[in-house]
């Protein structure tokens, strides 16, 4: 099973970009397509965007289209996401997961990492 540590998070003003990176171990890393989802203070988790397994192909959520890039590195079992024009509304942890079925928003694992706080000031 892949286990997954995020790191990157922190404090940024309106407008600052970041990147988030996530490590994965297991040695089947790169045969799952990858997702970063979010939790917001107060609400539940959703699903912020997704890789396939090759790379080759990506998709978002509406509210992140246009801004923030996944990217992914199967040498290094890493995944990545470039958050850029970040908006108040993007504060929250950040968590990385499986991507269950290539085309949904739903993660593929039940168990999370700890997650990376963003927090962006207005």
């Known amino acids: 099973q892949v286990q997954l540590v995020e790191s990157g998070g922190g404090l940024v003003q309106t407008g600052g970009s970041l990147r988030l990176s996530c490590a994965a171990s297991?040695?089947?890393?790169?045969?799952?397509?990858m997702g970063w989802f979010r939790q917001a203070p107060g609400k539940g988790r959703e699903f912020v965007a997704a890789i396939s397994w090759s790379g080759g192909s990506t998709y978002y959520s509406d509210s992140v289209k246009g801004r923030f890039t996944i990217s992914r590195d199967n040498v290094k079992n890493m995944v990545f996401l470039q958050m850029n024009s970040l908006k108040p509304e993007d504060t929250a942890v950040y968590y990385c997961?499986?991507?269950?079925?290539?085309?949904?928003?739903?993660?593929?694992?039940?168990?999370w990492g700890k997650g990376t706080l963003v927090t962006v000031s207005s």
């Open positions: 997961n499986v991507i269950r079925n290539w085309g949904s928003s739903d993660p593929g694992m039940p168990n």
């Open positions: 297991g040695r089947t890393f790169s045969s799952y397509a």
